[in-house]
């Protein structure tokens, strides 16, 4: 990994945790936070790779106890509660927000950034953030969808249009992700 990789991954890791400062609006077990639009943000302009270790570096944050969750929170605590799953799927989610835009690079505009945000930054983290949920407080599937999904949606549709507009604009500007390279044929 070269130092601007280095580099690359520990701002993404901070800017998540700027995000943190921004107050949580409590609406039942997992409040609802402006961090979520650091994932898709680093999933879209650093690539799967970059884009979780990104993620992963500002979980270890969390773990060692520093308070870059909103409210001031941190520590291992937060991962037996009822917002560990949304937590332990940020990495996954801007690898798979990564993943899409490295795919779909030649090609990339504001339709692919919102179908890349959609699923890797909603539909992943949704995923296993409800599941989580419904485990760690014995509630039903749907109680738990009810509860840790459906009050997100608005704001999470606006983090999508936001992540996606500023990915197409750094995309033109100061590409980060490398395009792919193709594979070198025989003569």
């Known amino acids: 990994m070269k130092t601007r990789d280095l580099a690359l991954v520990a701002l993404f890791a901070a800017l998540t945790a700027v995000l943190g400062l921004v107050p949580a609006i409590d ?96 539909v992943v983290v949704y995923a296993v953030g409800v599941t989580v949920l419904a485990l760690v407080l014995d509630l039903s599937f749907g109680a738990a969808l009810a509860s840790g999904a459906v009050p997100f949606l608005i704001g999470d549709a606006v983090k999508v249009a936001i992540a996606s507009v500023v990915a197409v604009q750094v995309r033109r500007a100061y590409p980060v992700i490398e395009r792919p390279r193709r594979a070198a044929t025989a003569p």
């Open 27 to 122: 609406v039942g077990p997992v409040p609802i936070t402006a961090q979520t639009l650091g994932v898709m943000l680093a999933g879209s302009v650093l690539g799967a790779r970059r884009g979780f270790l990104a993620m992963l570096l500002f979980l270890v944050l969390v773990a060692v106890g520093l308070p870059v969750l909103p409210g001031g929170g941190g520590g291992l605590a937060v991962f037996a509660g009822p917002t560990a799953g949304y937590l332990l799927a940020w990495p996954v989610g801007a690898a798979v927000i990564g993943f899409v835009t490295e795919r779909v690079w030649s090609r990339y505009n504001l339709a692919w950034a919102v179908v890349a945000n959609v699923v890797g930054g909603i």
